[in-house]
């Protein structure tokens, strides 16, 4: 049976806490262990095309989250591309797929990358995470719910592309950010991507952070465009949260494997990249805190 990657979450959601699967597909968001839970705010970074920086941008603001004092978790959940721990220059020993098959626990497999910060490494080219059974399903949920309770933030670096398997994940996260760049193509493919998960979801916040800026100006223009189109043809609002100049340094970190703001820390996109961790750290503390829906029981109940 072949699952893709907003089912295999589905389907981590329906399993009980003893790790076997519940009599039904779905968890009611007001389920006893969530609402009194204290939950992460849940994070997704997406873009509607690859190539425009996303899992830099996740890598390197979840660190600066965590220099910031905050527990945070990246789950590197493109399943076929991951490639978060290599921007971090780590090697992991094991990955998801080791917990799928049994080989590993979670707790194994999670890498603890500073005081603060743990990377659950994504599975690149393991063909077992194309094709899933339900017990393997069960034995991921099993160990992956208590995450959320255990971290301020889980910044999730999802897949690139508009595929259904994404707009999945955005439909159940606390906010979105789309990273886009001032190349007309990943503004298109920027506007495809708010427009499905528009509708799919109509209350979720989606925050823009524009990339690679070379000329001054680009980033507004850039913001203008997506936000005036938005607001014409989907009648929705976005929000501006971030811009990251080019920076050739950010460039020579790729190329070392070290996080921007590790390798160069006072450098223009470093210093963009602290002022977005910061943005999300203050806006965080308004966000309504009688909410206590988790994500996975979210996407448990998704109707994809």
Avoid: C
Avoid at 77 to 84: F, R, Y
Avoid at 130 to 158: K, N, P
Wanted: net charge negative; charged share 20%.
């Amino acid at each position: 049976m072949i699952i893709d990657q907003a089912t295999t979450l589905r389907l981590m959601a329906a399993v009980s806490l003893d790790g076997t699967l519940s009599p039904t597909a779905t968890l009611p968001a007001t389920d006893t262990l969530w609402s009194t839970a204290k939950l992460a705010q849940t994070i997704a970074v997406a873009s509607g095309k690859g190539g425009v920086g996303k899992s830099n941008v996740a890598v390197n603001v979840a660190l600066e989250l965590a220099e910031l004092g905050h527990r945070v978790t990246l789950l590197d959940a493109d399943m076929a591309l991951a490639n978060a721990d290599v921007l971090l220059g780590i090697t992991p020993k094991y990955h998801l797929g080791h917990v799928l098959t049994g080989q590993r626990t979670l707790q194994e497999v999670q890498i603890e990358v500073t005081d603060g910060l743990r990377l659950i490494p994504g599975g690149s080219g393991v063909a077992e995470l194309a094709s899933l059974s339900l017990d393997q399903h069960a034995r991921l949920m099993a160990e992956l719910r208590a995450i959320e309770t255990d971290s301020d933030f889980m910044i999730i670096d999802t897949a690139a592309g508009i595929a259904g398997n994404v707009i999945g994940i955005l439909k159940a996260v606390s906010e979105v950010i789309i990273v886009t760049t001032p190349d007309p193509t990943a503004l298109v493919d920027a506007y495809a991507t708010i427009k499905l998960m528009h509708q799919a979801v109509t209350d979720t916040p989606i925050r823009i952070v524009v990339n690679d800026v070379v000329e001054l100006g680009d980033a507004d223009r850039v913001f203008k465009q997506l936000r005036t189109t938005t607001a014409r043809f989907l009648n929705r609002e976005i929000d501006y949260l971030g811009t990251i100049p080019h920076d050739s340094e950010l460039i020579e970190a790729v190329r070392e494997q070290r996080p921007v703001v590790q390798y160069a820390p006072e450098t223009p996109a470093s210093r963009a990249l602290r002022l977005i961790a910061r943005t999300l750290e203050i806006s965080r503390t308004k966000l309504d805190k009688n909410k206590k829906t988790s994500f996975w029981s979210v996407l448990s109940s998704a109707d994809q």
